[in-house]
């Protein structure tokens, strides 16, 4: 890694709506709900909502990487085990 730290900058960002609970519940249980109960749905879920989106990526991430992403990657040799106390 850079000594240098660049701005953190975020990728594959999701968010969910009101409108996208409200579509679903309907969709899936035929009822109709108002924007504050799919918003206290969200409140009340997204915390494991957050856990299940960053096991999956890392699951996608994990599957998909590969050395031919990175060409010019540099293999990391062992640290001398005789430096070691």
Do not use: C
Not at 23 to 28: A, C, K, N, T
Not at 57 to 75: A, K, L, N, Q, V
Request: no cysteine; net charge negative.
């Amino acid at each position: 890694m850079s000594k240098q730290s660049k701005a953190i900058v975020g990728y594959a960002t999701v968010q969910w709506r009101a409108a996208d609970i409200q579509e679903r519940v309907y969709d899936l249980l035929g009822l109709e709900i108002t924007e504050d109960e799919a918003e206290d749905w969200l409140a009340t879920n997204e915390r494991p909502l957050q856990d299940l989106m960053i096991e999956r990526g890392w699951d996608y991430i994990e599957t998909r990487i590969s050395r031919e992403d990175f060409p010019h990657g540099r293999p990391v040799q062992p640290e001398d085990s005789a430096n070691e106390t």
